[in-house]
């Protein structure tokens, strides 16, 4: 089992920045990748980015390219997102998510999920 914990979301204007940490807990050593998601009310879940915890391979959703950055620390246990340039679109619901297996985080498919940070950006 794997415990996640977010924390660091908030309200911030448009053009700001915020960092999101996840701290994970349980057996850890086992987990292929991690990953943010977020979902807007109204709008499905999606992935933002995610990260191979061997190797460190990064993905990003097109509309966050170049301005998050998912990054790990592995002796803290912790995955982190550096959000910059932040627009009202960017006001979502945060997860935290990890998953064991290839398969399931080339799918996305992620075992483990965290309660949720929330972000607001005003314009």
């Known amino acids: 089992q794997v415990q996640l914990v977010e924390s660091g979301g908030g309200s911030v204007q448009a053009g700001g920045s915020l960092r999101l940490s996840c701290a994970s807990f349980?057996?850890?050593?086992?987990?292929?990748?991690m990953g943010w998601f977020r979902q807007a009310p109204g709008k499905e879940r999606e992935v933002v980015a995610s990260?191979?915890?061997?190797?460190?391979?990064?993905y990003y959703a097109d509309s966050v390219k170049g301005r998050f950055t998912i990054s790990q620390d592995n002796a803290k246990n912790t995955l982190y997102l550096q959000m910059n340039s932040l627009k009202p679109e960017d006001t979502a619901m945060y997860y935290c998510?990890?998953?064991?297996?290839?398969?399931?985080?080339?799918?996305?498919?992620?075992?483990?999920w965290g309660q949720g940070t929330q972000v607001t950006v005003s314009s």
């Open positions: 998510a990890a998953a064991y297996g290839g398969g399931r985080c080339r799918r996305f498919e992620y075992n483990y």
């Open positions: 349980g057996y850890t050593s086992g987990l292929y990748c």
């Open positions: 990260i191979y915890t061997a190797g460190g391979s990064t």
